[in-house]
């Protein structure tokens, strides 16, 4: 009896495992969206300030890769970020309208901040330029 409860907690932590496979994943237009996994990627870092993201792969190799270059990349969960003008979006709906979710930071002067907080934008079509949303999301 405890062995075979020692197997069933072995299997379904090996189970867990494989569902909780990274997405991570490239993209150097909107097309490549529907494109499989890259299983090669260990993980992608981007920063705004960077204005570049870092990928790292399994087998140890870096690469940078400016903004300007890619349309955006695919996080750990299966998330879509796109780049527009040194900016990291996130997409939230894809569809004729593509809706985005930027966190921002909100500070009064310089030496105060007062937190961070999130804006909503909108595009028409996974190309077209991004413009803050009037509230409608």
Known sequence: MKKLLIITIVVSLCGCNRSKVPQYR????????ASPRDSSIR???ASDF????RVRYHNGRKNIIDFSKLWGYIGEKGDVYRFYKDKIYEVTVLGDTVKYLRKEQRSVGRPVYTGNFVVRYHSVGLNGE???DSGLF
């Open 26 to 33: 490239v993209l150097y237009s909107s097309d490549s969206i």
């Open 43 to 45: 993980y992608i870092l």
């Open 50 to 53: 960077a204005n570049r993201i």
């Open 130 to 132: 991004i413009v803050l």
